[in-house]
């Protein structure tokens, strides 16, 4: 898969040590990958979850350093992309004020 802009996910590393070795784990997996949907996804990162957020869209959300964050992406499994959407600690992921930017 392609990640747009996969600088953003080594910067949130940089700035969440404590995450830094799961965000490199789930960037080397996804830009080796050549998921088709949701199950494939899981296959490899059973943790992912499809969320629909206010637009209509489904989100794809992975638990990030223990479940202590999210990184919250859109996938385009026809053209192969990944898009990092936002990367929450999981108490601001609960209150779900994120879902009505997206």
């Known amino acids: ?9 080594r910067e ?6 404590d995450a830094a070795s799961s ?3 789930w ?3 996804a830009q080796k990958a050549n ?13 992912a979850d499809g969320v629909e957020v206010a637009s ?6 992975f638990n990030i350093g223990g479940n202590k964050y999210r990184l919250i992406v859109s996938i385009h499994y026809r053209w192969s992309m990944i ?7 999981h108490d601001d992921y609960d209150r ?4 009505e930017s997206l």
Do not use: C
């Open 1 to 9: 898969m392609r990640i747009v802009k996969p600088s953003r996910v």
């Open 12 to 17: 949130h590393a940089r700035s969440h040590p």
């Open 23 to 25: 965000l490199l784990a």
């Open 27 to 29: 960037l080397r997996i």
């Open 35 to 47: 998921w088709h949907n949701i199950q494939d996804v899981r296959r490899e990162l059973p943790s």
């Open 56 to 61: 209509g869209r489904i989100v794809t959300v």
């Open 83 to 89: 898009y990092v959407l936002r990367f929450l600690r």
């Open 96 to 99: 779900n004020n994120w879902k």
